[in-house]
């Protein structure tokens, strides 16, 4: 095989989250001393140097134009294209929620539809870094397709596991990439406890797992790219659907580093966490005021949230709190009714976690958490065309046979004048 150019990376270590202890860039991921999860950390100085407004801006229009805040150090990457996505400004929904400042972050127009392909571009570049040759992952269903659209552009063989009742776009759009997909008869947290078991006999990249410190980097891309398309500033709120918490922890870290590298002024971004209410064990936690992560049955039509017990869950109570921000948790009926309004009035059909996202935004406005003026984002983290089953009622067509007359009599009023052309 051909070898792989290696370049300069400011990724310096792995370093454990509590007791500080550091490891060197390896396929690990907690801390032999404490257990405790291992991160990221860069050579900031060297980075600071070197990166401004002007070198991200000549990169790639993809979230590679951050490479050098991100921890790989081959040259080529496995890229499709994933980030840069579209932020919008939201002059219907706003109106309508009684916001004159509102902006989405439509991560619908990924690759394989989702905000996933941004941390498997990561993954999977590291994968190939350390020379595996599968790539695996426990998922709630975005991430499979990632996986194995990526392990396909990166000639890795793909495992992804998830649970049964997944839903059908899902499931399709994982295995049309040639992925074997392991279906496991049980909850998301089931799959995740035993793909830590399966990780432990086989020699594989698990995205999520033993390169989720590598992974995880990804998200912070959605931070940077929301700060370079407000014009190099930090929003005064971020609304972010949470599952395991990991998104939510490394969109604040992002904004965080590009004001410490001197990118954007200070940061005092309210981090607000959406969540379902059947599966809402970081949204209680903090209701109930404690650091303590109680995990739970999850039981939600957002399948893609529906992670019961959060491995980053402690530390998205951190940034809830670092940040002051606030927590939502929305019912079913407010997920499909958040879907439809966001299609509604702004044209982006969002799978069951944008309908959670729009949802608890609503709630966020009504509790006085945001006010009219304040630069809001929404971060939109997956399409709808994967959860059709969550909105079927919408399919009410008229149906008619094919005279002009019975088009008429179903409109229930005969037409005006023609218009020109
Ligand atoms: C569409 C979508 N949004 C948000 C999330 C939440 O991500 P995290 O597990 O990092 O909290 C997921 C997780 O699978 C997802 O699929
Ligand atoms: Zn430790």
Same mark, same amino acid.
């Given at each position: 095989m051909e070898k792989?150019?290696?370049?300069?990376?400011?990724?310096?270590?792995?370093?454990?989250?509590?007791?500080?202890?550091?490891?060197p860039l390896n396929p690990i991921h907690f801390c032999e001393f404490c257990f405790g999860p291992l991160e990221v950390v860069y050579d900031y100085a060297a980075l600071a140097q070197s990166i401004s407004r002007q070198s991200i801006q000549r990169g790639p229009l993809s979230m590679w134009r951050y490479r050098d805040l991100l921890p790989v150090s081959r040259e080529e990457v496995v890229d499709m294209n994933a980030g840069f996505t579209p932020l919008i400004k939201a002059h219907n929904l706003g109106k309508l929620l009684g916001l004159e400042n509102l902006y989405l972050k439509n991560d619908c127009v990924n690759p394989t539809y989702s905000f996933k392909d941004r941390v498997v571009s990561v993954a999977a570049t590291k994968a190939l870094e350390f020379g595996f040759d599968t790539l695996a992952c426990a998922s709630t269903g975005n991430l499979a397709g990632a996986v194995s659209a990526h392990a396909a552009r990166a000639g890795l063989r793909a495992y992804v596991f998830i649970p049964a009742d997944l839903e059908r776009g899902k499931m399709v759009g994982s295995a049309i990439y040639g992925a074997t997909l392991v279906a496991v008869k049980g909850t998301y947290d089931e799959v995740n406890r035993l793909c830590a078991e399966i990780g432990d006999k086989y020699p594989w990249?698990?995205?999520?797992?033993?390169?989720?410190?590598?992974?995880?980097? !990804?998200? +912070?891309? @959605?931070?940077y790219e929301v700060a370079e398309q407000l014009g190099w500033r930090a929003p005064d709120h971020a609304v972010v659907p949470v599952a395991s918490g990991s998104l939510f922890t490394k969109?604040?870290? !992002?904004? +965080?580093? @590009?004001?410490s590298l001197g990118l954007?002024?200070?940061?005092?971004?309210?981090?607000h966490v959406t969540q379902a209410a059947g599966s809402a064990p970081i949204a209680t936690a903090h209701?109930?005021?404690?650091?303590?992560?109680?995990?739970?049955?999850?039981?939600?039509?957002?399948?893609?949230l529906a992670i019961g017990n959060p491995a980053d869950g402690y530390y998205a109570l951190k940034t809830l709190k670092e940040s002051r921000g606030a927590a939502a948790a929305v019912s079913d009926d407010e997920v499909v009714a958040g879907m439809k309004l966001l299609a509604e009035t702004e044209g982006i059909f969002a799978e069951t976690a944008g309908g959670v996202t729009i949802a608890g935004l609503k709630r966020l406005v009504a509790a006085g958490a945001i006010?009219?003026?304040?630069?809001?984002?929404a971060f939109i983290t997956g399409s709808g065309l994967k959860t059709q089953e969550a909105v079927e009622s919408v399919v009410n067509p008229l149906v008619i046979p094919p005279t002009l007359?019975?088009?008429q009599e179903a409109i229930g009023k005969p037409a005006g004048p023609a218009r020109a052309r």
């Open positions: 792989a150019t290696a370049i300069m990376s400011y990724a310096k270590a792995l370093q454990c989250r509590e007791c500080h202890r550091e490891y990249a698990f995205v999520n797992i033993n390169v989720r410190p590598y992974y995880a980097e !990804g998200s +912070k891309t @959605l931070g969109i604040w870290k !992002g904004l +965080k580093e @590009l004001s954007i002024g200070p940061v005092s971004t309210h981090m209701a109930e005021g404690t650091m303590m992560v109680k995990p739970v049955r999850a039981q939600t039509i957002a399948k893609s006010k009219s003026g304040e630069l809001t984002v007359a019975a088009f």
